[in-house]
């Protein structure tokens, strides 16, 4: 069995993507800011975030918050896979609104 890595380029009406450019393997980690005009505000996001992150997810997903400033978070998550990034990061409007 060999590796090979060609790259595939489709076109589908005038738009194209190279296969492999939109899922890269080891693309794990997401960082994402936060910020609300109080620090309950987002104490209180953050404790959604962390509830939605360890029910959703397998325990080896990480997240971490560090603190900008005192109304604002930068969020870092680190996934097992490409997979449960993207399926996160399709819910995170989702989950900031």
């Given amino acids: 069995m060999s590796n090979n890595n060609n790259t595939d380029i489709k076109d589908c009406c005038g738009a194209f993507?190279?296969?492999g450019s939109i899922i890269?393997?080891?693309?794990?980690?997401l960082s994402f800011p936060?910020?609300?005009?109080s620090q309950q505000a987002a104490d209180e996001k953050r404790s959604e975030?962390?509830?939605?992150?360890?029910?959703?997810?397998?325990?080896?997903v990480t997240i971490?918050?560090?603190?900008?400033?005192?109304?604002a978070y930068l969020v870092t998550?680190?996934?097992?896979?490409t997979a449960e990034?993207?399926?996160f990061e399709m819910n995170l409007r989702h989950l900031l609104a």
């Fill in 17 to 19: 993507a190279e296969i």
């Fill in 77 to 81: 998550l680190s996934f097992t896979c």
């Fill in 64 to 71: 971490t918050f560090t603190a900008q400033d005192e109304h």
């Fill in 85 to 87: 990034k993207m399926i």
């Fill in 34 to 37: 936060i910020t609300f005009d």
């Fill in 24 to 29: 890269q393997p080891d693309d794990t980690e």
């Fill in 49 to 60: 975030l962390e509830a939605y992150v360890n029910e959703q997810f397998d325990e080896e």
